[in-house]
């Protein structure tokens, strides 16, 4: 079955420090790439998605694509306690989206 | 912010009882989909509708889950027959393009 694996499972940064997070498909039919975010007792809500090689940019959020190695990540610079959160990576096959196995992300203060 | 509303946001019942928990998604979003997602943060898609019309769905939902989205109503999940295996939180998403808004979810325990 296609996979969506992302890396690490969590990670822990200090307030202001910058969070790389990682996922890898192994669907090569997906269209674009899309990061969540979820905090504990929500739903997950999306921060950005991308679908072009190389980089994009929205604020403190900066994801990266390489569409040979099916590889994204999501670099959060100045992290924040209001990050903490797990975080998602989906592929999106046109048809509908499979979601990642999760990151952990703690910003301790 | 979200404006897809999902009740009851907790339910709990007993193995073979029913669970039917509903959604409202965002207004003039044409695509609804019903997530599983387990305790180990792992999501399952479960089935997903365009104007009330089934798009997809796995085999599980065939079986014991089913759902519907009329127009002007929620769109509802029900299992028909819990099992210890269906505790989890159950999210609802609805699309405008290809950004999903997902609800809060309906946690759902099954003793």
């Known amino acids: 079955q296609q996979k969506v694996q992302q890396s690490p499972e969590s990670l822990s940064v200090p307030e202001g420090g910058m969070a790389s997070l990682n996922c890898t498909s192994s669907d090569r039919n997906f269209q674009y790439f899309w990061w969540y975010r979820q905090h504990s007792g929500e739903g997950p809500k999306a921060l950005m998605s991308i679908f072009s090689d190389g980089d994009k940019k929205e604020g403190r959020f900066t994801a990266h694509l390489n569409k040979a190695s099916l590889h994204v990540s999501l670099h959060i610079r100045d992290s924040q306690p209001s990050d903490s959160a797990l975080y998602f990576c989906?592929?999106?096959?046109?048809?509908?989206?499979?979601f990642g196995t999760g990151t952990k992300l703690q910003v301790v203060p | 912010n979200s404006k897809v509303i999902q009740t009851p946001r907790y339910l709990v019942k007993g193995q073979g009882q029913k669970a039917k928990m509903r959604c409202i998604p965002e207004k003039g979003h044409p695509v609804v989909f019903w997530y599983q997602q387990n305790k180990n943060n792992e999501f399952k898609f479960l089935i997903n509708?365009?104007?009330?019309?089934?798009?997809?769905q796995i085999d599980m939902t065939e079986k014991r889950f089913s759902a519907e989205c009329p127009s002007n109503s929620p769109c509802s999940l029900e299992i028909q027959s819990s099992e210890a295996g269906d505790s989890a939180l159950y999210l609802c998403?609805?699309?405008?393009?290809?950004?999903?808004?997902f609800g809060p979810g309906t946690r759902l325990t099954v003793l």
């Open positions: 989906a592929a999106n096959s046109g048809t509908y989206q499979r």
């Open positions: 509708f365009q104007n009330q019309e089934v798009l997809q």
């Open positions: 998403a609805s699309n405008l393009g290809d950004e999903q808004y």
